[in-house]
């Protein structure tokens, strides 16, 4: 199995969020583990730890309902996880 999938596949987890295989077979798409909303698509070429720090750079994203699906689940597990950084985010992008 290939490391860097898995390790993409992981991080997005937390988010609730699961790949699917694309027509492409470097890039995967981004749907919602609750809604199944699509919700773009990211690519395989990333280096080892980067997936979970990209994703922790669009931490404030998720937790504002600036990226996600539109039924607020990813802003959900943005609570859950850092609740005091969430509600930071909220008050300053919205
Ligand atoms: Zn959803």
Known sequence: MNEILDEIRDAYALWGIELIVAT???Y???RCGRCGSLLGCVGDRLLPAMAKAMLNTQF???AAGLMGCKFGYQ???ARAM???RAEAAITNLS
């Open 82 to 84: 850092d609740p005091v």
């Open 60 to 62: 404030d994203l998720y």
């Open 28 to 30: 995967y798409r981004l």
């Open 24 to 26: 492409y077979g470097t």
């Open 75 to 77: 802003a959900e597990r």
